[in-house]
């Protein structure tokens, strides 16, 4: 298992860095990154057929989040470049059609655990309207008993590597409500701003540090890791 660490200098290094997740993977070595990306709103496909996306972009812009397409699908996220985690685990895929749900299972159960033992209990699934609608989230209750979105996932797979990532709002809920509220209203899409939930509001911690090191421990899980490298690094 390869475990990449840090972030790049630049949005688009950074998102090279994950990239090379997929090449390790591909080559037969699972490989596993946790890290707080740069501040953006990262905009999915599926956002950029719409007629708003244009002002969409000038409104996460204006609020200090540079807009960013990412090349899958599902709606914008937000990151705080503070205190928003994201995480990605690649495999080998030896057969590109099986495997789906799997990967998605173990990568759901090992964020559960990673939250359980910081003092959320997350519940699978989202409340109506939240940010990057999807099957496969996980959700808290809030101190005032709202049920709040803290972690969304997805998946892409290729021929010979599949990478399960994910989002994890850890902190400062309320400017990234206000963010995605903007956002999503100039796209014409619902969202719902009390959807919007974080690990501390659910009585975890607010510092993104541990959080990210217990989802690190999780999504290795058995594994030997054999290097730990940095997100700087060449290719």
């Known amino acids: ?39 953006q ?44 985690l994201a995480f990605a685990r690649a495999e080998p895929v030896a057969e590109y059609r099986q495997g789906t749900t799997d990967r998605y299972e173990r990568a759901t159960t090992a964020v559960e655990r990673a939250l359980e033992g910081l003092g959320p209990s997350p519940v699978r699934g989202e ?17 005032d008993g709202q049920r709040r979105k803290v972690v969304g996932i997805a998946q892409r797979v290729r021929q010979d590597a599949a990478l399960v990532a994910g989002v994890v709002l850890v902190a400062n809920r309320e400017g990234l409500a206000d963010v995605l509220e903007g956002v999503y209203g100039t796209l014409g899409l619902s969202l719902e701003p009390a959807s919007v939930g974080t690990v501390a509001d659910a009585d975890g911690p607010a510092d993104p540090e541990p959080v990210r090191r217990a989802l690190e421990d999780e999504l290795v899980g058995d594994a030997t890791v054999g290097s730990i490298d940095d997100a700087e690094s060449e290719p």
């Open 127 to 143: 409340p109506d309207d939240a940010f990057c609608p999807g099957t496969h989230s996980l959700s808290t209750e809030g101190r």
């Open 1 to 39: 298992m390869r475990v990449l660490r840090g972030r790049a200098d630049s949005i688009p290094a950074d998102r090279d860095a994950t990239r090379r997740l997929l090449s390790s993977a591909a080559d037969g070595e699972p490989a596993v990154r946790v890290w707080v990306p740069h501040r």
């Open 41 to 84: 709103v990262a905009f999915g496909r599926r956002d950029a057929e719409l007629e708003g996306y244009d002002r969409a972009r000038e409104t996460a812009d204006d609020r200090g989040f540079p807009p960013i397409e990412r090349s899958v699908g599902g709606r914008a996220v937000a990151y705080d470049g503070e205190t928003t």
